[in-house]
């Protein structure tokens, strides 16, 4: 549901509906509002079990915590905020350059800010397919989007951003009123251990 929220990904909704249609077809019991915690929240003996808990979004560090800025899940779940002030925004990557990433800028530029995206990597959308890179970066051009690759977050103030560029000792302050930062995920732990001790044959994590 994250991955259709970014423009121009609204088709991904057509995968939960196939699943969806495939869980009825094959008779699969869906039990909704049922935590489990240990083996006996299963309602019943079970030869496996494949845990699949996700991941959460991580904090913003205290330094960049502020009221003109956000988390990259942010603008995904609550959608991209109007321009303010001079309607510059930067959003930082981690240089993990996926979908989230991209999708999160062009949200941006869709909501009227003009963006600056700034990321560790030497390339942008360097894990988007090859066929749908031009694309991308025509939409994102043609909202006057700036690149800063090989560039890393060095620090924060009211209304600015300090870059830092990794091949070159010297700074770059930028003026924005909106910095969204891509904070990276961590696995929220499931109940493995837990269904391993009760005797389950079979117990496997997957996903996030």
């Known amino acids: 549901l994250y991955a259709a929220s970014i423009p121009h990904r609204h088709t991904l909704l057509r995968l939960i509906d196939h699943q969806s249609s495939e869980l009825r077809r094959l008779g699969v019991e869906v039990r909704f509002g049922t935590p489990v915690h240990t083996a006996g929240d299963l309602g019943g003996p079970f030869d496996a079990a494949i845990v699949a808990t996700g991941a959460v979004a991580n904090p913003l560090d205290m330094e960049t915590q502020g009221a003109t800025v956000m988390r990259w899940i942010d603008v995904l779940k609550d959608g991209a905020p109007q321009p303010s002030g001079s309607g510059r925004a930067v959003f930082m990557d981690d240089g993990s350059g996926f979908w989230w990433n991209c999708g999160v800028a062009e949200a941006l530029v869709q909501a009227g800010w003009q963006v600056t995206i700034a990321t560790p990597s030497a390339s942008v959308a360097h894990m988007i397919p090859v066929e749908s890179v031009a694309p991308l970066l025509g939409r ?69």
């Open 140 to 208: 994102l051009a043609a909202g006057h989007t700036e690149f800063r690759v090989l560039t890393s977050l060095e620090g924060v103030s009211p209304g600015r951003v300090l870059l830092q560029p990794l091949v070159s000792g010297q700074t770059e302050e930028l003026a924005c009123d909106l910095l969204v930062v891509q904070t990276g995920r961590s696995p929220v732990p499931g109940p493995v251990q837990a269904l391993r001790e009760a005797g389950i044959a079979e117990v496997h994590r997957i996903g996030d």
